[in-house]
């Protein structure tokens, strides 16, 4: 059983910063990459960053140069460092990881979700 447990979300005001985390724990043999998606209401839920297990990181256009996204092994956690957030960022921001219970195979998993709302 693999459970992908996330925080930081909530409300912020245009221009402002929120870090989230997300640590994945369980019988894991590996982890192949990390990432956060995002849906905002009536859209369908889009990439917004990733980074595989050697450090090699992919961003949406939209957030480059605005959102990190990092990764600390040991601790199976990935973050998500948004800076100059705009309203257009609110959405539920989730949580995605593909792992590795054995080796030769691997499933994705899904977080349960936390809310980002940007608004004055």
């Known amino acids: 059983q693999v459970q992908l447990v996330e925080s930081g979300g909530g409300l912020v005001q245009p221009g402002g910063s929120l870090r989230l985390s997300c640590a994945a724990s369980?019988?894991?043999?590996?982890?192949?990459?990390m990432g956060w998606y995002r849906q905002a209401p009536a859209k369908q839920r889009e990439l917004v960053a990733d980074?595989?297990?050697?450090?090699?990181?992919n961003y949406a256009d939209s957030v480059k140069g605005r959102f990190t996204i990092s990764r600390d092994n040991v601790k199976n956690t990935v973050y998500l460092q948004m800076n100059s957030l705009k309203p257009e960022d609110t959405a539920v921001y989730y949580c995605?990881?593909?792992?590795?219970?054995?080796?030769?195979?691997?499933?994705?998993?899904w977080g349960q979700g936390t809310q980002v709302t940007v608004s004055s």
């Open positions: 369980g019988s894991i043999f590996s982890i192949y990459s």
């Open positions: 980074i595989n297990s050697g450090g090699h990181t």
């Open positions: 995605n990881a593909v792992i590795s219970l054995h080796p030769g195979r691997e499933y994705d998993y």
